[in-house]
């Protein structure tokens, strides 16, 4: 890594007239400011791609070099060493030529005079393409003001929506920036550390880039709480000899197990990084003890029935928690990660966590949508996983054509970035994935919107419920539909996910004017029998304060 950092995000024009006075330009005698790492790159390159796509991306370098030429970054350097940078990470991920050549000009369009069709000419446009959709997302301003931050919650989608790569571009570009975000002035770390927290390493979750998603979380969290973070580390590291002792113990204690039973598997203690003990501190009210006093084990194994039979190893050496037990390769997350959890009481009573998956399932777990690259020669396993991922995106693009105006998209956007899921049975047996909290009302949606429009209770189990009733997992739902039947506004009050509301909401906007009074008034007259007016009808005059009132 680099000893010095951070880009000076040339945003504004006057520091980008700042960046490239002059007095920054070397002499035409000096060598080219990134040679060593483009060298580097290409050397790395040289694993997977052809030379023909390794002199493309040569040229590039060359056609940013010169782009950039005079720039440098607030550290110092010479700017062309962060887009060097960039590519870099993306090649440990084996991205395609493409995407390392938009990664080496992907600052070009938005910092230099470079346009967009000269990229075209020089590249192809499938370059271009992606260039301009971080780009994009690059110019994106993140503002306190909601309504603003909506906007660009939506512009980010669509940029991003169009080509996945675009994503892993930007998110490269973060995590280098994060990685040097020392350079920069206190606020400006802030506020980069805050908005990578908020929006890029939920992103980097959702697409189950973990190894990301915990470095993007652990800087985040360093600057924007830097004391907090001193202290977490600190007391980590005072406890670190006393819990590694009882780690390997434990470890030893599985592996002797798992020989006797004549299973192979590899054993490995898990770390909690400081940023998730920081958040279960806070959110559950934990003491550090409580939280940093769990360990965690992962066992990686050849094949998906040697999971099972670890698992059982595992439960009859150490008792299991009730409850605690997840088959996540039964029934995948999302964002395609498999593995089988358990918590058990280990020596001394104390909680341990473990996770049992094969290797295929452990890449996805590290590098998530990246292992369609990564492994792209690898059994067709992986090969569902990016395409859970891309159905999401999908379904936000849809929600955002839907939404009205940014708020309701921010909204949805939200609820699919954060909650964790539950997993329902349809009458035919096939599983629906719903977010926590998700009703009755959600899974209709989630069937079929001419289901959910037409809805008017639902079974679970068997048994009639409100339609308000939040879904478990495991539960059998069943919807019972009508024809006559339209959505009730009611259901804005409960329903969770963003595909619910937004049909909702659009059939709503779409009724016409007297049937929306009508409702309105109805509406208003079991409100006010709710507060205890026998009769539902007020005065003009009262109507008319309400509505002031409301507004
Ligand atoms: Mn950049």
Same mark, same amino acid.
């Given at each position: ?72 970054? !607030? ?12 590519? !870099? ?146 007391a980590v590291r005072k406890r670190h000899g006393n819990r590694k002792a009882i780690v390997e113990k434990i ?36 003491? /550090? ?8 084990y992962r066992i990686v194994v050849d094949k998906v029935d040697t999971c099972y039979r670890v698992l059982g ?11 605690? /037990? ?30 049992? !998956? ?66 329902? /049975? ?41 339609? !308000? ?83």
């Amino acid at each position: 890594m680099t000893t010095q950092p951070t880009s000076r995000r040339a945003r504004s024009k006057p520091n980008h007239a700042e960046s490239s006075s002059p007095t920054n330009r070397r002499d035409v005698a000096d060598p080219p400011a990134g040679g060593f790492l483009i060298n580097d790159l290409c050397e790395k390159l040289g694993d997977y791609l052809d030379s023909q796509q390794i002199a493309d991306v040569y040229r590039a370098y060359v056609f940013g070099e010169e782009a950039h030429e005079g720039q440098l970054r !607030r550290s110092g350097e010479p700017y062309i060493h962060h887009p060097l940078e960039v590519a !870099r990470i993306l090649a440990g991920m084996r991205l395609d030529a493409q995407s390392i050549t938009a990664a080496i000009l992907h600052d070009v369009i938005e910092d230099t005079e470079a346009a967009k069709e000269h990229l075209v000419k020089d590249f192809g446009k499938e370059v271009a393409e992606l260039v301009d959709g971080v780009s994009n997302i690059s110019q994106i301003k993140f503002k306190t003001k909601e309504e603003e931050q909506a906007e660009n919650f939506r512009k980010m989608f669509l940029a991003m929506g169009r080509d996945i790569r675009v994503i892993l571009i930007k998110l490269a570009d973060r995590l280098h920036n994060m990685r040097t975000l020392a350079a920069l002035v206190r606020d400006r770390q802030r506020e980069i550390a805050r908005e990578t927290l908020e929006i890029y390493a939920p992103i980097a979750n959702r697409l189950g880039m973990r190894q990301w998603y915990y470095e993007l979380e652990d800087l985040g969290f360093m600057y924007l709480y830097p004391m907090r973070h001193r202290i977490l580390e600190e007391a980590v590291r005072k406890r670190h000899g006393n819990r590694k002792a009882i780690v390997e113990k434990i470890r030893k204690a599985i592996i002797q197990q798992l020989s006797q039973e004549e299973l192979e598997g590899e054993v490995t203690g898990r770390e909690k990084n400081l940023y998730r003990i920081y958040r279960k501190m806070r959110q559950k009210c934990l003491s /550090f003890d409580q939280v940093y006093d769990v360990y965690g084990y992962r066992i990686v194994v050849d094949k998906v029935d040697t999971c099972y039979r670890v698992l059982g190893v595992i439960h009859n050496l150490y008792m299991p928690i009730p409850g605690r /037990f997840k088959d996540y390769i039964a029934i995948p997350k999302a964002n395609g990660y498999q593995s089988l959890h358990t918590v058990v009481f280990g020596p001394f009573g104390v909680p341990v966590e473990i996770q049992t !998956r094969t290797e295929d399932m452990h890449r996805v777990a590290e590098v998530g949508v990246g292992s369609h690259w990564l492994y792209k020669s690898g059994d067709s396993s992986d090969a569902q996983m990016p395409q859970r991922t891309l159905h999401w995106l999908k379904d936000l693009l849809d929600i955002q054509q839907k939404a009205g105006n940014p708020r309701e998209f921010l909204e949805n956007l939200k609820v699919d970035l954060f909650s964790d899921e539950v997993y329902v /049975f349809t009458p035919k047996g096939e599983i629906k994935k719903l977010p926590q909290g998700a009703t009755t009302i959600d899974f209709a949606y989630a069937v079929h919107t001419h289901v959910g429009n037409h809805c008017i209770g639902a079974k679970i189990n068997h048994e009639l419920v409100p339609s !308000r009733t939040t879904l478990r997992n495991g539960n059998h739902v069943e919807v019972i539909t009508a024809e006559w039947a339209s959505p009730n506004p009611v259901w804005l009050d409960f329903v969770v996910t963003g595909k619910a509301r937004a049909h909702i909401r659009n059939f709503l906007k779409n009724q016409k004017h007297e049937e929306a009074e009508s409702l309105g008034e109805r509406l208003l007259a079991k409100a006010l029998q709710g507060v205890g007016f026998e009769s539902p009808k007020i005065r003009e005059a009262q109507k008319k304060t309400l509505l002031k009132k409301l507004e």
